[in-house]
Structures are given as structure tokens and as C-alpha cells.
């Protein structure tokens, strides 16, 4: 499990395919692996991955077939950036959101504009991944845990500080760039125990749906 809070960003130093997926060497820059073990996962731009060997510099990791068509990992190429986050411990600040490193699809940025200090990005969901997104929700892009701060069907916008901007690879999207999204894990798991009760939700969650489940009055 991860936070969404950036620690570090790394740069892919090199990518070897294996019999249909690949093996992916990340440096991790000022991310401390004095802890990190064998078999540790680490959240590389959103997607959890196991590490396989400790070069000194970074790690390796191995990507499924699974994963590369599921997440932008396939996409990639030596010498692009990374956002990296170690996995929790009991004594982490859980700054962010609860995040699995679980991708659960594919989005793509649509726009970015100034807004004072900050910019505004919108971003454009899968369709079957929409449903989950709501106004002043938690989604993660790349790893990063992000306040939706607003939805327009399939596209959502996000208000990004210089803070955020300097510490991960967002300052480097342009229209046209594709992210990893993870939607928030507690809107899954609500509409998975609303499908097995006697009203099954069929089109994803709604004031509807949740009141013909019982979990809303009138």
C-alpha cells in the first residue's frame, strides 16, 4: 500500500524485453534504499512493482504482459522520468489516500493552464472508469494522490501547486500525454457490495441506485 506522496523521481535507465514483457531498471535519484529489501514493492509512476535486484543506484523490476497493457510502463523509454514512492510502513503519515499501485486504466491529459501559482490540468477518463471520479474525490495520476476539483462526464480537472510540480513529473505533461489512473479503492469496493445485494447496481453508482439499495432516505 502507498500514500500517493511522491518521494522521489527516478528515470528509467534501461528496458529489456523477455519473452513478451520486460525487465525495467529504474535509477531512484535521492529516493534512500537503505531499507529496501528484495521482494519490496515500490510504486514507480503509479504502478506497484516488485523489486528483483539492488544495483546501488536503483532497482530492477520485472513488467507482465498484464501491466504493460493496463498501464503507460510499455510506453516508456530510456531516459523518461518516474515518480517513485516506497510502500508503507506502520509508523507512515497516510498524507494522501489509501493507493494499491493497482492501475486501473489509462487517461489522457487534455489541457493545462495557469490559475495564479498553480495550473489547472484536465484530464480525460476511460468511460467505464468515470463513474468513480467525483467532485472533491481523491484519484492518483501517476502515483500522485490529487483532489478532483471538478467533473464534466468523462473529464475530470485538477489544480496542481509548485510544490507538486517540483517534486514529480507533472510539470512535464502536455496535451496529448497519457497518465496512469487508480480510482478510489472505497467507490470499487462500494458499488462490487451493491452489486451483491438484491438490487444489483448494473450502471455504475447513483443517488438512484443508492437509495434502491437502502443505503439512502428520502
Known sequence: ??????????????????????????????????DVQLGDSICTSGTCLTVTELPGDGYWADVSV??????????????????????????????????????????EVVAV?????????SVEAPP???????????????????????????????NIIPQTLQETVFGEYQPGSRVNLEV???????ERLLMDRDTPVTQGLSLSSLKEAGYLNE
Not at 528515470?11 to 514483457?21: L, V
Not at 490559475?115 to 490540468?121: F, G, P, Q, T, V
Request: proline share 2%; hydrophobic share 35%.
Open 113 to 121: 493552464d495557469q490559475d495564479a501559482r498553480s495550473w489547472r490540468y
Open 1 to 34: 500500500m502507498f500514500t500517493g506522496i511522491i518521494e522521489a523521481v527516478g528515470e528509467i535507465a534501461a528496458m529489456e524485453p523477455r519473452g513478451g514483457d520486460l525487465r525495467l531498471r529504474i535509477r531512484t535519484g535521492k529516493l534512500d534504499l537503505s
Open 66 to 107: 498484464e501491466t504493460l497493457n493496463f498501464t503507460t510502463l510499455g510506453d516508456k523509454k530510456p531516459g523518461n522520468r518516474v515518480n517513485l514512492e516506497r510502500s508503507l510502513t506502520p509508523a507512515s503519515r497516510l498524507g494522501g489516500h489509501i493507493v494499491s499501485g493497482h492501475v486501473d486504466g489509462v487517461g
Open 128 to 158: 467505464d472508469l468515470a463513474r468513480y471520479i467525483a467532485h472533491k474525490g481523491s484519484i492518483c495520476v501517476d502515483g500522485t494522490s490529487l483532489t478532483v476539483n471538478a467533473v464534466h462526464g468523462g473529464r475530470f480537472e485538477l
Open 184 to 190: 478510489d479503492v472505497i467507490a470499487r469496493y462500494l
